[in-house]
C-alpha cells in the first residue's frame, strides 16, 4: 500500500522549453503533497508544500512563476518548470502522505530531468 | 530552527563488517518523527524506519538495528555483516510540525555507504 508514481521518469528538453512533472498516490488519496528537489550528491531540499484545492506553499529562494505547481485532486499533483534552463537539470522527487494523516511521507520514484 | 546532521560523509567498509552510521538532529518541538531512508543509485528512496519521539526503545529489523537517544539527540542506524547490496547513500530525516495542518521533513546531507566485497 501507500504507492506514489512519477511520470516521466527521465525527460530531456531542450532551454526555454517547459516540462509537466506528474505525481499520482495509487492506491490512497493525498490532501498534501511536497517536492523536492536533489542535485547530485546533494541532499534532498524542499521546494513546496501542495494542498489539494489550494496555492502551493514555496520554500524560501524557490521561484513560484518558474515551478507551477497544481494539485487539482487527491490523488494528483503536477509540477510544471516553464522556460527550463540547464541548472534547473536536476532529479526531481514528489511525496505525498495519506489524508488524515501527517507523519509519514511516502516517495515517489522520482523523475531526471536534463535540460540542454 | 529543525536541522539534522550527518556527520560522515562517506564509509568504506569491506563485506561483513558491521558499520554505524549516525544521525543528530535539532529540534524545540516535543512531537516529531525521525526516519531513515535509502538511496540506491536509482534514485528512489527506500523507506527503512520511522520512529516517533515518545518512543525512545532500540528496534531491530534482520540486520539493522536503530539507537534512538532523547538524551543526545541521536538516531544511529547499525548494519551488522555488511554486504555489497547495502552499498547506497543513507539519509536520515526529521520530520517535524509547521504550521497549519502541515509537518515538513528536513533531510541530512546523507552517508554514501560502500560496501567492498
Known amino acids: 500500500g501507500a504507492v506514489v508514481s512519477q511520470h516521466p521518469s527521465r525527460v530531456i528538453c531542450k532551454s526555454g522549453t517547459s516540462v509537466k512533472i506528474e505525481c499520482r498516490s495509487l492506491?490512497?488519496?493525498?490532501?498534501?503533497m511536497f517536492w523536492y528537489r536533489q542535485f547530485p550528491k546533494q541532499s534532498l531540499m524542499l521546494m513546496a508544500t501542495?494542498?489539494?484545492?489550494?496555492?502551493?506553499?514555496?520554500e524560501q529562494g524557490v521561484e513560484k512563476d518558474k515551478f507551477l505547481i497544481n494539485h487539482a485532486s487527491l490523488t494528483l499533483s503536477t509540477l510544471t518548470v516553464t522556460s527550463a534552463h540547464p541548472e534547473d537539470s536536476s532529479f526531481y522527487i514528489c511525496?505525498?502522505?495519506?489524508?488524515?494523516?501527517?507523519?509519514?511521507?511516502?516517495f515517489g520514484p522520482g523523475t531526471r530531468l536534463l535540460v540542454l | 530552527a529543525q536541522k539534522v546532521t550527518q556527520a560522515q560523509t562517506e564509509i568504506s567498509v569491506v563485506e561483513k563488517e558491521d558499520v554505524t552510521l549516525d544521525c543528530v538532529y535539532e529540534t524545540r518541538d516535543t512531537t516529531y518523527y525521525l526516519f531513515w531512508y535509502k538511496q540506491p543509485p536509482s534514485g528512489e528512496l527506500v523507506f527503512l524506519i520511522r520512529r516517533n519521539s515518545f518512543d525512545e526503545q532500540n528496534e531491530i529489523s534482520g540486520r539493522y538495528s536503530w539507537n534512538f537517544q532523547k538524551s543526545t539527540s541521536s538516531f544511529n542506524f547499525t548494519i551488522t555483516a555488511s554486504q555489497v547490496v547495502d552499498s547506497a547513500v543513507y539519509f536520515c530525516a526529521l520530520n517535524w510540525y509547521s504550521g497549519g495542518s502541515n509537518y515538513k521533513l528536513t533531510f541530512g546531507k546523507g552517508t554514501l555507504l560502500t560496501v567492498n566485497p
Open positions: 501542495s494542498n489539494e484545492g489550494s496555492k502551493a506553499t514555496y
Open positions: 492506491d490512497f488519496q493525498a490532501t498534501t
Open positions: 511525496s505525498a502522505e495519506i489524508a488524515g494523516t501527517q507523519e509519514t511521507q511516502y
